[in-house]
């Protein structure tokens, strides 16, 4: 799931969650190497990190068609440098005036979005997000974004909600030596499909799948629904046994059946009927109308 | 209350339903004393709108979920006049379903829609819809093969043996009933055709286009957004006066429905701040929302869903008057992501349906479904909502050779009486 969405490129808004004893920064780097080789143009927003840590490791023959925004060394404007991104140029016009109107498809990295959320209002950074990636621009056609998010820096609630908005949410939680990543993406159709994913990010930057489970694989270990009942559901041999054998008043079993048989053929139980003189005997055959 | 319109307001207060009959009722005249004066008692007399039934329980005039199921399970379906709350599941998957099949129904109905979201354009969804089957209806006779591989014997005789009462009961699960006039079977792979959508009257209203065309676009881009329906509410209120819906400017011709839907409302991006934190700056915009907006159905020939993502609304009080704000509460759990889902017990479904609250209208009591365990479950053309029970255990572990005894001796006991009757052998018993 993991390796498709990254060869492919997933549409829309992808957000890594990450935290500070796992930093998802590799896994940022490894999918924008996968979009710069399928030729796109990469536009980096960067408030996390300076041009000279960004770039420190990056492999040399990509580095030079990566367009990099300095939102890192002049956040505020101050130096009233043009090309510095500050936070009001975090809006849809200013963005798409950077981007300008490019041939080739375009990603925009912003490294991190919680940068932006702890100065600019969940709505509008969402109707931002939302403005970029769902209506073609001018142009150029859908953008893709692609942002890394310090999970643990916001609240839960802040996380559901930005969750909604983001058509691939890859929460990034440890497990031992290798980074356990849960995928979950949604389909234009609004079908969502999750997984967990263990992996090793290679010095290449490519992922090297450790362990995969989605929720098919998943349906193995399933639950027993009748595991925590207040009374007993299966009966042992025993007891079927003992179920078997007794014999239920109101039920006319075979045996029954057969000693009654007998016992009227043998016996001298009789019925005697003595005919009331009042009683009005009808001699005709009350079916005789039927064709019996 | 500042800024709502204040004749609306008052009147939401106000218990009784818009009774679309009352125009047209009792215009007999009384002729001359020559009559006796009683009068038989008649019903006022419902406009015919097509896509609406009067209710069997208390004669308000219904219309069609588009599920079947779901009118069903809300007792015979939607009153006019009244607002539907469906809580979303965790992905909005089925929520959203649900409010295509309430506007695919106006569609096919020739209702007119009024769809309002923040988060798609209106023109999508609307193009989305998906597309009635008019033509074949899922035959009995599907069914039935239908449940023999699913594995339920299918002799009425032999399947209930000792609760043989519960075979009279009602079934909940509601197959597709005859009626074609008031609700519809969709087909979700298919969209609706483009000529069926241009026959009906639609208005939308979009969050972001909407406030992107105010000369105060720059307030919108940095941070000051306001939270506020008012917006939403004003458009509605235009609709709703200017086609004639609240009376006041008397339809002359057919009368019609008007379907509202809202999608998402209260989330982030309607510029609300509930699902992102538990003390919000607005922590009335959207009660007094629901509260207007309920007086403005009251009084109107419309009817109302709006779904909600209450599992982000993160103070539960807002939760509650929202509930309380709204006449239906149907709460959808999705089993998607969910330990759930690999739950034996829910394999047939893709999650559970909680209904939280049925109006009571113009009675004391309510048609509320008498069972709580309801799931549903999505197919390509069906979307239904079913009582929630086992699947029959099929494994051999279960005893089932009694029961073989017991329909053979069964048999010999029907034989026996044959042949009694026939005066030829002794009497069994």
Redesign the interface.
């Known amino acids: 799931m993991l390796q498709e969405l990254r060869t492919t490129g997933s549409p829309g808004i992808t957000i890594i969650s990450d935290s500070v004893l796992l930093p998802g920064r590799d896994l940022l780097l490894s999918f924008i190497l996968a979009s710069l080789q399928r030729g796109e143009q990469l536009h980096v927003i960067a408030f996390d990190v300076s041009r000279e840590d960004f770039f420190a490791g990056f492999p040399g023959e990509f580095a030079s068609r990566v367009t990099f925004h300095d939102g890192f060394s002049d956040p505020l404007g101050w130096e009233s440098d043009p090309s510095a991104f500050t936070r009001?140029d975090f809006?849809?016009?200013s963005i798409m005036k950077r981007v300008g109107r490019p041939e080739l498809p375009v990603t925009i990295v912003l490294d991190s979005l919680s940068w932006i959320l702890a100065r600019?209002?969940?709505?509008?950074v969402?109707?931002?997000l939302?403005?970029l990636t769902a209506?073609p621009h001018e142009g150029c056609g859908k953008l893709r974004m692609l942002a890394l998010l310090h999970g643990d820096l916001h609240?839960p609630?802040?996380l559901?909600?930005?969750s909604?908005?983001v058509d691939t949410f890859l929460d990034v939680r440890g497990s031992g030596e290798h980074l356990h990543v849960c995928v979950?993406h949604?389909r234009k159709t609004?079908?969502?499909i999750?997984s967990g994913e263990e992996l090793r990010i290679l010095d290449t930057f490519a992922l090297d799948i450790m362990m995969h489970r989605d929720?098919a694989t998943?349906?193995e270990?399933?639950?027993?629904?009748t595991k925590d009942l207040t009374f007993n559901l299966?009966?042992s041999d025993t007891e079927?046994e003992r179920?078997?054998s007794a014999a239920l008043p109101y039920?006319?079993?075979?045996n029954k059946?057969s000693s009654?048989?007998s016992s009227?053929?043998s016996s001298s139980a009789k019925i005697y009927y003595d005919p009331d003189p009042a009683d009005d005997v009808d001699d005709e055959d009350p079916d005789d109308d039927l064709d019996v | 209350m500042e800024g709502l319109p204040q004749c609306t307001a008052l009147r939401a207060g106000c218990s009784k339903m818009a009774a679309p009959s009352n125009q047209g009722v009792n215009c007999r005249e009384m002729s001359a004393g020559t009559e006796t004066s009683f009068r038989r008692k008649v019903r006022g007399k419902l406009p015919a709108i097509r896509g609406t039934r009067p209710s069997v329980h208390n004669g308000q005039l219904l219309l069609s979920t588009g599920v079947p199921s779901l009118d069903h399970v809300l007792g015979g379906g939607l009153a006019v006049g009244t607002l539907l709350l469906i809580e979303e599941d965790t992905y909005s998957t089925y929520s959203n379903l649900l409010l295509k099949y309430f506007l695919a129904e106006g569609v096919v109905n020739g209702h007119e829609i009024y769809i309002a979201s923040a988060s798609e354009d209106p023109a999508n969804i609307l193009k989305d819809l998906p597309a009635p089957l008019t033509d074949e209806m899922p035959k009995p006779d599907d069914r039935k093969s239908e449940k023999q591989t699913s594995g339920f014997t299918e002799d009425p005789q032999e399947t209930m043996k000792i609760a043989w009462r519960y075979q009279n009961m009602a079934k909940v699960e509601s197959l597709p009933m005859s009626s074609t006039r008031f609700g519809h079977y969709y087909d979700i792979s298919k969209t609706i055709s483009p000529e069926m959508l241009q026959t009906a009257k639609s208005h939308s209203f979009y969050w972001p286009g909407t406030f992107l065309n105010q000369e105060d676009s720059l307030l919108c881009s940095s941070c000051e957004m306001t939270c506020d329906y008012y917006r939403l509410l004003e458009s509605i209120q235009r609709v709703i006066h200017e086609g004639g819906y609240d009376g006041s400017n008397p339809q002359k011709r057919q009368k019609n429905i008007l379907r509202i839907g809202i999608q998402s409302l209260g989330s982030v991006l309607w510029g609300d701040d509930i699902c992102s934190s538990e003390h919000p700056q607005n922590l009335h915009s959207l009660t007094r929302f629901l509260y207007a907006l309920r007086g403005l159905l009251r009084t109107s020939l419309s009817t109302c869903v709006i779904t909600v993502p209450a599992h982000l609304i993160q103070n539960k009080a807002i939760m509650l008057r929202v509930r309380n704000l709204s006449d239906t509460v149907v709460g959808l759990e999705s089993f998607i992501g969910s330990e759930k889902e690999t739950n034996p017990l829910y394999k047939d479904y893709h999650g559970l349906l909680h209904v939280h609250q049925v109006p009571r209208l113009n009675s004391l009591t309510c048609d509320a479904s008498d069972t709580k365990d309801l799931a549903f479950k999505l197919k390509r053309k069906l979307f239904a909502i079913e009582r929630l029970h086992l699947p029959p255990d099929l494994s051999d572990t279960v005893s089932r050779l009694s029961k073989q005894d017991l329909a053979g001796s069964a048999k010999l006991l029907s034989s026996g009486c044959g042949t009694a009757a026939a005066g030829e052998k002794h009497l069994d018993f």
Not at chain 1, 120 to 124: K, M, V
Not at chain 1, 251 to 254: A, E, H, I, K, L
């Open positions: 009001d809006t849809v016009t600019i209002p969940l709505t509008s969402c109707h931002t939302l403005g209506a609240s609630a802040l559901g909600s930005l909604t908005v979950r949604r609004g079908k969502v999750s929720s998943r349906k270990n399933e639950v027993d629904p299966r009966l079927r179920k078997e039920v006319f079993s075979s059946k009654l048989l009227s053929s």
